[in-house]
T-cell receptor, first 113, second 115 residues
Framework: SQKIEQNSEALNIQEGKTATLTCNYT??????LQWYRQDPGRGPVFLLL?????KEKRKERLKVTFDTTLKQSLFHITASQPADSATYLC????????????FGRGTSLIVHP | GAVVSQHPSRVICKSGTSVKIECRSL??????MFWYRQFPKQSLMLMAT?????????EQGVEKDKFLINHASLTLSTLTVTSAHPEDSSFYIC???????????FGQGTRLTVV
């Protein structure tokens, strides 16, 4: 069955550094992949969508890559700030042709001043 | 981006009572909305797909008689947790998308505590 894996351990980095989060998936070939940010006690907020024919996508300090051979997406935040501290969720459309997003568990990012 | 508003943000209820959660799309019409549940440090688990004017589609293992979904208009879906029990305590989140295969917009979430 479809499986989405994100590192469950929190990522701690120093302000100004680049944070890199990983999303791996198995048993599936999604047409696109999404990244969301979730703050404690709040609903997720959409950040970026990258399609299978796109290798890389950028938005301000964010960069996402999508390697369909490795079945992996990397999410980068450059020049990280304490305000970037949150949980970042990877989402794929459910397998079987559905477009309903299925989420990974998310990785917590903590940026230290 | 589109705005999805969810109400209430927090609710505490007694065991055995029912609780209604509202999800509204404020600036767009949502034929389809989705309801998720999230336990601490866990991923969002899809509970059901709410379809305007028709019955909701429930995921396997979700009791449709316990989690009643009504999508009476293009801007409002409601989730009613009936005869709530402490194990129903969770974070419930709704979402909607403008089009298929595009980003989803989420409500603020509802923290339900059943005592």
């Amino acid at each position: 069955s479809q499986k989405i894996e994100q590192n469950s351990e929190a990522l701690n980095i120093q302000e100004g550094k680049t944070a890199t989060l990983t999303c791996n998936y198995t048993n599936y070939s999604p047409a696109y992949l999404q990244w969301y940010r979730q703050d404690p006690g709040r609903g997720p907020v959409f950040l970026l969508l990258i399609r299978e024919n796109e290798k890389e996508k950028r938005k301000e300090r964010l960069k996402v890559t999508f390697d369909t051979t490795l079945k992996q997406s990397l999410f980068h935040i450059t020049a990280s700030q304490p305000a970037d501290s949150a949980t970042y969720l990877c989402a794929l459309p459910a397998s079987g042709g559905s477009y309903i997003p299925t989420f990974g568990r998310g990785t917590s990012l903590i940026v230290h001043p | 981006g589109a705005v999805v508003s969810q109400h209430p943000s927090r609710v505490i209820c007694k065991s055995g009572t029912s609780v209604k959660i509202e999800c509204r799309s404020l600036d767009f019409q949502a034929t389809t909305m989705f309801w998720y549940r999230q336990f601490p440090k866990q991923s969002l688990m899809l509970m059901a797909t709410s379809n305007e004017g028709s019955k909701a589609t429930y995921e396997q293992g979700v009791e449709k008689d316990k989690f009643l979904i009504n999508h009476a208009s293009l801007t409002l879906s409601t989730l009613t947790v009936t005869s709530a029990h402490p194990e129903d305590s969770s974070f419930y989140i709704c979402s909607a998308a403008l089009q298929v295969n595009t980003e989803a917009f989420f409500g603020q979430g509802t923290r339900l505590t059943v005592v």
